[in-house]
């Protein structure tokens, strides 16, 4: 962002902070310009060659993630603005909207954090679920997936038993014991600081917090007691955690070897604490259809001229029509440079380039 803004500021481009676009404005032929609300001002800002769309995705916004993303709750870890701005500017101009699942995310709420406008300020528990001496699982007190690598624990958590018409891992709590409060960071809570009561539940031994949480104690014992084997081979044979290099990076601890991602749960008390469901973190999938140059596409499949797309705006196709997950930053500055140069009158030949050299 510093680069981008730096950038703008050289060449005297203006920035206009805390404006709201409400509607894109057209001449019957493309897209000229919007219309702006500031501090109850109206503004009309004219666009030579083209508007860029690039207010991110709908996660905010509760009957958007529900009927595109099928998430029931809005806990979200993006800001309050992020509410699907872009499908209400793009739409009555004919903009193409894809449907792709989203992801679910798991997170949790330190009581007392807060964002904007009050609304709770919900953190990604992925950082912490792959920290040794911390294990998952799901009501029946069974483990159920790798907790140091999101694209299986996420998978994971949607998954459905058509049997029985439940969700079988969820809910879900992130179970761990005294080593890991001492060791290492939980959200904002530094490694020793007293865990919230409201966050979490604790007990002395693994029979007392499984009670408490209403799951099977014998279960969980078992289910500690095969993990802590886990940890002294350094192998985890059921969902070979810590064989990801990405999770070993992003939610080990490199001093533990072989495995950076598994530490035995030994030392009371132990603390139980529930994963909630975020509607997002940044990555939804669902959003316009664009062409190779960010072009928004029509539902007649021909690019809406002088309209891009760029960023979680964009449906994330580039996996095909299927979960998307994480790399938003980097999808999101080739969007800026392909709308850029194409408005320009300087369209890139990336694709056809990247076409040839693979020989397609
Ligand atoms: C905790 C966390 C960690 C993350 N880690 C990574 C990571 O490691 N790597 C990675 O690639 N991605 C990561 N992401 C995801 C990444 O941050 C987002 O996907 C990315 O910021 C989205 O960029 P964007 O430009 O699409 O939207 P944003 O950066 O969200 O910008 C959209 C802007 O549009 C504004 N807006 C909305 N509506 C309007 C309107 N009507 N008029 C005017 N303005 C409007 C919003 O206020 C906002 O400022 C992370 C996200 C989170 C929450």
New binding site residues.
């Given amino acids: 962002m510093g680069y981008l803004v730096k950038g703008a500021l050289d060449r005297e481009i203006p920035l206009h902070t805390n ?4 509607e894109l404005i057209g001449d019957g032929e493309r897209v000229i310009g919007v219309r ?1 609300t500031r501090d109850g001002e109206t503004l009309y800002i004219k666009a030579n060659r083209g508007v860029v769309l ?4 709908y996660e905010r916004n509760a009957s958007y993630a529900k009927t595109l993303g099928h998430q029931l709750k809005v806990e979200s ?3 309050p ?3 699907g ?2 499908l ?2 793009a739409g009555p101009v004919g903009g193409r909207v894809a449907r792709v699942p989203d992801v679910t995310l798991l997170g949790f709420h330190v009581p007392g954090e807060e964002q904007e406008n009050g609304v709770p300020l919900w ?2 528990a992925l950082p912490f679920l792959g920290l040794p001496h911390t294990i998952v699982v799901n009501r029946a007190g069974k483990r159920f997936a790798n907790e140091g690598f999101y694209r299986y624990i996420y998978y994971a958590t949607d998954i459905i038993d058509g049997n029985t018409q439940t969700h079988p891992n969820y809910p879900c709590w992130a179970i761990l014991d005294q080593q890991a409060r001492d060791k290492y960071p939980f959200g904002s809570l530094m490694p020793g600081q007293p865990m919230p009561e409201a966050l979490r539940v604790s007990a002395d031994s693994l029979e007392q917090l499984a009670e408490k949480i209403g799951v099977d104690a014998a279960a969980l014992g078992g289910t500690v007691e095969r993990f802590n084997g886990f940890c002294e081979t350094g192998v985890d044979e059921d969902f070979h955690r810590g064989t990801h290099p990405w999770g070993a990076l992003m939610c080990g601890d490199q001093s533990r070897q072989p495995n950076a991602n598994l530490g035995p749960l030994e030392r009371g008390p132990f603390y139980a604490i529930p994963l909630h469901r975020l509607a ?4 939804a999938a669902s959003g316009l259809v664009a062409d190779q140059h960010c072009q928004v596409m029509g539902w007649n499949d021909e690019p809406i001229a002088g309209l891009y797309v ?4 964009q449906a994330c196709l580039d996996n095909g029509a299927f979960m998307q997950s ?7 500055l080739t969007h800026g440079y392909l709308a850029g140069r194409n408005a320009a009158g300087k369209p890139s030949d990336l694709l056809q380039q990247a076409i040839q050299r693979l020989g397609l």
């Fill in positions: 404006v709201n676009v409400e702006a690039a207010v991110s995705s870890m993006v800001m603005s992020i509410n701005a872009h209400r500017l953190r990604g997002g973190g940044g990555i760029a960023g979680n705006s994480g790399i938003t930053n980097a999808r999101g």
